[in-house]
C-alpha cells in the first residue's frame, strides 16, 4: 500500500499536531477546553468501531505504529492523535468565537458554517491520504466513493464536528461558575455547601469529556441508519 515514509511523515504531523494542540489547551487554562480534549483524545475507540466491517469497513497500512493490535488489525497511534486533533482543536476555537460567530450567521448558521467547514476539511484531508498517499483503503462499492472515500464520511464529519461544537457550547455554559450545593430543607447556603475550586475545575473537566463523547454517540447511532440502508461494503482482508 503506502511507503514506509508516507507512513511515518503522517505519524509525526499527527502527533505534533495533537501536542501543538495540547500546548495550547494548557495556555487556556480552561477546565471544559481541557476536558473537550481530553474526551477528543479518547475517540480511538469510537475510530476502532466505526472501521469494523459493519460501518466504514477500512484497513490502515501495516506499517503503521499501533496502540494495540487485535486478530491481526490494529489501531494505529497516529490515527489516535488525529481525531484528538480535528476534533479538539477547531472545535474549540469555534466555541472560543461563537458570540462573533452568532453576529456573522445568526445561531442557526454557526451550526451550518461548522458543518460545511469539516466537510470541506475531512474532504481535502482524506481523499488526498487514500488516493495518492494510500495509507488506508476503505472496501466498499464504487458507487459509494469519492476519491476512494466514502461520500457518505463527508457529511459523517460533518455532522460529528457539528454535534461536538453544539455539546461543546453547552459544555461551557453549563460550567461557567461554581454552583451551590442544594440547602437543607427550611435551611439557607452557607459558605460550606459551595464547591471547591477543585471540585469547579472538575465539574468542567468532566463537562467537557462528556460533550464530546456523548456527540459521537448520538452522530453514529444516526449515521448506522444509513449504513443499514445502503449496505455499501464489498469483500475486505478484516477479519471483524
Not at 487554562?29 to 469494523?52: E, H, I, Q, R
Amino acid at each position: 500500500m503506502a511507503s514506509i515514509w508516507s507512513v511515518r511523515l503522517f505519524e509525526l504531523v499527527c502527533i505534533v499536531s495533537w501536542l501543538v494542540g495540547l500546548v495550547w489547551i494548557r495556555r487556556t487554562k480552561n477546565p471544559v477546553y481541557a476536558g473537550v480534549y481530553f474526551g477528543s483524545s479518547t475517540l480511538m475507540l469510537f475510530d476502532w468501531l466505526f472501521n469494523t466491517d459493519w460501518f466504514f469497513r477500512v484497513v490502515y497500512d501495516d506499517k503503521f505504529i499501533p496502540f494495540w493490535r487485535i486478530q491481526g488489525v490494529g489501531q494505529p497511534v497516529a490515527i489516535a492523535a488525529n481525531y484528538a486533533f480535528f476534533f479538539g482543536v477547531p472545535v474549540l476555537l469555534f466555541v472560543q468565537h461563537r458570540e462573533r460567530l452568532d453576529r456573522a450567521v445568526g445561531f442557526a448558521g454557526s451550526f451550518l458554517a461548522v458543518f460545511a467547514f469539516a466537510v470541506g476539511l475531512d474532504a481535502a484531508f482524506e481523499i488526498p491520504m487514500v488516493t495518492f498517499l494510500k495509507v488506508w483503503r476503505y472496501y466498499q462499492a464504487p458507487q459509494f466513493l469519492v476519491g476512494g472515500v466514502p461520500y457518505s464520511n463527508l457529511w459523517f464529519s460533518g455532522l460529528l464536528m457539528t454535534t461536538s461544537y453544539g455539546a461543546a457550547r453547552l459544555a461551557v455554559r453549563w460550567a461557567s461558575g461554581p454552583r451551590p450545593a442544594p440547602a437543607p430543607a427550611g435551611g439557607s447556603v452557607s459558605s460550606s455547601t459551595l464547591e471547591s475550586p477543585r471540585e469547579t475545575w472538575w465539574r468542567g473537566f468532566v463537562t467537557g469529556a462528556a460533550a464530546l463523547w456523548s456527540a459521537f454517540y448520538v452522530s453514529a447511532s444516526l449515521q448506522l441508519i444509513w449504513y443499514a440502508a445502503v449496505t455499501p461494503w464489498i469483500d475486505s482482508p478484516r477479519p471483524f
